[in-house]
């Protein structure tokens, strides 16, 4: 048997378990993982600037290609604090993420001991495990249990806290002869199947709502192929974009409160069943569950059996992987087809495709400051299909849900439950590690954008490109607009004339300054005529350069986006104009038709 430190057993599972990337920040309770890191080579390791910047990169990376699991790696104490927000969100949108903290040596940690903390305790809600290992000997078995429930039922992360002996402590570890466990994955059954096909055949009026789920188990190809053979209709939630691309025919838009499209929600509310697969009902998707549900008989597949009856009751409801079971929908599906036994949905699929064409909302505008909208369009016409678009939260992730195309699976990364600010520079680093070929784009408003800025400068050191497009109005947009309710306007408003910057009037933050400090190119435009220019210029940029380039965009102060004000899917405010003539909106998925 081999002989080795438990940090370099750990390292050496790390790679038989096709762990080829790692983000994180060295210090003393970690340091002998990094010397097995070091000593063992074959895992490339991207030093972040922020401990909580790398659990977004791993989520980033995760989230980018299936099979992926992103690890992130940090020191004891505060280290594994900043990391619960990667955890959080991860756990949220079931992703799975590896993190390995460093603690305190075990004789002291119960003795307040410099930087230890019990962060096996404060990480168990927000992870499929947390735990701090005690003996040496169980590192091996922790981490084979840990990628065994990262990747089985419902992913999610896992956290690992190494007190520092116990890390040096040496063990008997042969990695020649280390094997993953199984993957535990629920199934559906056939009877499962030929029921939830019987009530789907038996409505007039079918929807398949696919969530993040479908994309999690890399199921698009299954959907697609389903919805095709049934001619239904298939809505993506936000997590689900890219599940079939905009333009296809059976494609009928998003349904929400917000990140939603105004067709979308009109034929959801004219549907009669829905089969829900993968997604767990969020609430900016149904908001109000009386108007959501109205006439509507609902089959829910999720691979987390608990999921099931937790929002509200389906009348059907199986436990299964989503790629398992879409397959078996398919080969169930075919069979009727064969035998002349499925209804023809061709006068319901263009109801959809007829609203799409219709219901659009506008966005040529002209104006100098430049409206939000009109960002959008302009992204449109200088990023194709083949774009990787990462964003989190506000007005400007809304707004981009609202009127930007996706195409492919995984080319819409967004952190859908948590939200937090401050995630989209390093996940979109994330993104760009584990596709290095890729266009990356991000979307950030400018709150969103200064919470974890410095995280450009691993970009500038590791040389990770991507166009970091910024819309600055000097506000916190999306929390302005909800306190509208509350008749104030109260502690949003991020202006200051900047002593160093006057010609920014009182935008405040010099973005370009700040960026090209951290090591990367920045432009900004002022006038809608120049943003498709600049965007063109960023990607020649970004790709002679090898460092993130940020596009700023000046934006009005004010802009109230479309969304619902009373958190029904029936009543969404179009605050702004709507498109009435093809010119209003020049790059919709469908020419609008009037």
Same mark, same amino acid.
């Not at 659990?55 to 989230?63: F, L, V």
């Not at 002209?366 to 009109?374: M, S």
């Not at 166009?467 to 309710?485: D, E, P, S």
């Not at 090898?546 to 029904?568: F, H, K, W, Y």
């Given at each position: 048997m081999a002989r080795m430190t438990a940090a370099r057993a750990a390292v050496e599972i790390l790679k038989q378990e096709?762990?080829?990337?790692?983000?994180?920040?060295?210090?003393?309770?970690?340091?002998?993982?990094?010397?097995?890191?070091?000593?063992?080579?074959?895992?490339?390791?991207?030093?972040?600037?922020?401990?909580?910047?790398?659990?977004?990169?791993?989520?980033?990376?995760?989230?980018?290609?299936?099979?992926n699991i992103g690890v992130c790696i940090g020191t004891s104490g505060p280290a594994g604090t900043d990391m619960i927000t990667g955890l959080y969100?991860?756990?949220?949108?079931?992703?799975?993420?590896?993190?390995?903290?460093?603690?305190?040596?075990?004789?002291?940690?119960?003795?307040?001991?410099?930087?230890?903390?019990?962060?096996?305790?404060?990480?168990?809600?927000?992870?499929?495990?947390?735990?701090?290992?005690?003996?040496?000997?169980?590192?091996?078995?922790?981490?084979?249990?840990?990628?065994?429930l990262m990747r089985s039922g419902r992913p999610g992360p896992v956290l690992i806290d190494l007190?520092?002996?116990?890390?040096?402590?040496?063990?008997?570890?042969?990695?020649?002869?280390?094997?993953?466990?199984?993957?535990?994955?629920?199934?559906?059954?056939?009877?499962?199947?030929?029921?939830a096909l019987r009530m789907l055949n038996a409505s007039e009026r079918p929807l398949i709502v696919a969530?993040?789920?479908?994309?999690?188990?890399?199921?698009?190809?299954?959907l697609l192929e389903f919805a095709e053979l049934t001619g239904t209709p298939v809505v993506p939630t936000l997590m689900g974009w890219g599940v079939l691309p905009d333009d296809h025919e059976l494609n009928a838009g998003m349904v929400g409160l917000q990140t939603s499209h105004r067709y979308g929600n009109a034929t959801f509310l004219e549907s009669d069943f829905v089969l829900g697969i993968g997604n767990r009902w969020a609430n900016r998707h149904t908001g109000k569950l009386d108007v959501y549900t109205a006439g509507r008989t609902f089959v829910h597949v999720d691979i987390e059996p608990t999921q099931l009856g937790r929002i509200f009751a389906p009348d059907f409801g199986i436990a299964s992987d989503a790629k398992t079971a879409l397959e078996l929908f398919a080969e169930a599906a075919r069979e009727l087809k064969a035998a002349g036994a499925l209804p023809d949905r061709s006068a319901w699929a263009r109801a959809a495709q007829e609203k799409?064409?219709?219901?659009?909302?506008?966005?040529?505008?002209?104006?100098?400051?430049?409206?939000?909208?009109?960002?959008?369009?302009?992204?449109?016409?200088?990023?194709?299909?083949e774009t990787r678009y990462v964003s989190t939260i506000g007005l400007s992730q809304i707004a981009g849900a609202q009127m930007l195309h996706v195409h492919r699976p995984r080319h819409w990364i967004n952190c859908g439950q948590a939200g937090p600010l401050g995630w989209t520079v390093p996940a979109a680093l994330g993104v760009a590690k584990?596709?290095?070929?890729?266009?990356?784009?991000?979307?950030?408003?400018?709150?969103?954008?200064?919470?974890?800025?410095? &995280? @450009?400068? !691993?970009?500038?050191?590791?040389? +990770?490109?991507?166009?970091?497009? =910024?819309?600055?109005? #000097?506000?916190?947009?999306?929390?302005?607009?909800?306190?509208?309710?509350?008749?104030?306007?109260?502690?949003?408003?991020?202006?200051?004339?900047?002593?160093?910057?006057? &010609? @920014?009037? !009182?935008?405040?933050?010099?973005? +370009?300054?700040?960026?090209?400090? =951290?090591?990367?190119? #920045?432009?900004r435009v002022t006038d809608p005529g120049e943003l498709g220019a600049a965007f063109e210029h960023a990607l020649k940029l970004a790709a002679e350069h090898?460092?993130?380039?940020?596009?700023?965009?000046?934006?009005?102060?004010?802009?109230?986006?479309?969304?619902?004000?009373?958190?029904?899917i029936s009543a969404v405010v179009e605050f702004e104009e709507v498109a009435t003539e093809p010119g209003h909106a020049p790059t919709s998925i469908k020419a609008l038709k009037t």
């Open positions: 096709g762990v080829t990337d790692a983000f994180g920040v060295p210090g003393a309770a970690i340091n002998p993982f990094y010397a097995a890191l070091k000593a063992s080579g074959g895992i490339d390791h991207t030093l972040a600037r922020h401990v909580e910047g790398a659990s977004h990169m791993a989520e980033g990376y995760t989230r980018t290609r299936p099979g969100s991860a756990t949220g949108d079931s992703i799975p993420i590896l993190c390995i903290t460093g603690q305190a040596p075990t004789a002291v940690i119960h003795k307040e001991d410099f930087q230890a903390v019990d962060i096996a305790s404060i990480a168990k809600p927000v992870t499929k495990m947390a735990v701090t290992v005690l003996e040496a000997a169980q590192v091996p078995g922790v981490f084979q249990q840990a990628f065994h007190p520092v002996d116990v890390q040096l402590t040496e063990i008997e570890f042969d990695p020649e002869t280390y094997e993953p466990l199984p993957v535990y994955k629920p199934s559906a059954s056939r009877p499962q199947i030929e029921k969530g993040g789920g479908v994309i999690n188990a890399d199921a698009s190809e299954a799409k064409a219709r219901l659009q909302r506008r966005t040529h505008f002209d104006d100098i400051p430049i409206k939000p909208q009109r960002v959008y369009e302009e992204m449109n016409k200088v990023f194709g299909p584990a596709d290095p070929e890729a266009s990356v784009v991000a979307l950030s408003g400018d709150y969103d954008f200064q919470f974890m800025i410095e &995280e @450009l400068a !691993v970009g500038a050191q590791h040389r +990770i490109p991507y166009v970091h497009v =910024l819309v600055n109005n #000097a506000y916190l947009g999306l929390i302005r607009q909800a306190q509208r309710a509350f008749d104030i306007d109260f502690q949003v408003n991020l202006e200051f004339e900047n002593l160093n910057s006057p &010609e @920014l009037g !009182v935008y405040g933050v010099d973005h +370009i300054k700040v960026a090209e400090g =951290l090591g990367c190119k #920045a432009l090898r460092v993130p380039v940020v596009v700023e965009a000046i934006l009005e102060r004010v802009t109230d986006i479309a969304m619902s004000t009373t958190n029904d």
